[in-house]
């Protein structure tokens, strides 16, 4: 199953001064799914920016991720595993 812009992540949390902002996303696609390059096809659009965190429930399977987002010049975002701070 692909994204759908009628079930979009919600933003649950931000710092002040523009930090990291963090979203969670409730879905039943299969974490093979959800990690493809571009996946949330209005990144932008929703606020979303490089560096936010996203927690990502698996509804169907029960699976639960923290991952990063990266939006790119045409407005997606893709997730990846998030960056260690050091």
Not at 10 to 32: F, M, P
Not at 40 to 69: C, E, P, R
């Amino acid at each position: 199953m692909a994204y759908s812009e009628s079930n979009p992540p919600g933003l649950i949390g931000q710092q002040i001064g523009g930090a990291a902002r963090v979203w969670l996303y409730k879905h039943t696609d299969a974490e093979t799914a959800f990690d493809d390059t571009d996946y949330f096809t209005n990144a932008s659009k929703l606020g979303m920016k490089t560096g936010d965190v996203v927690h990502v429930i698996d509804s169907t399977n029960g699976l639960y991720t923290i991952a990063q987002v990266t939006v790119d010049a045409d407005g997606n975002g893709t997730l990846t595993a998030p960056t260690a701070f050091a």
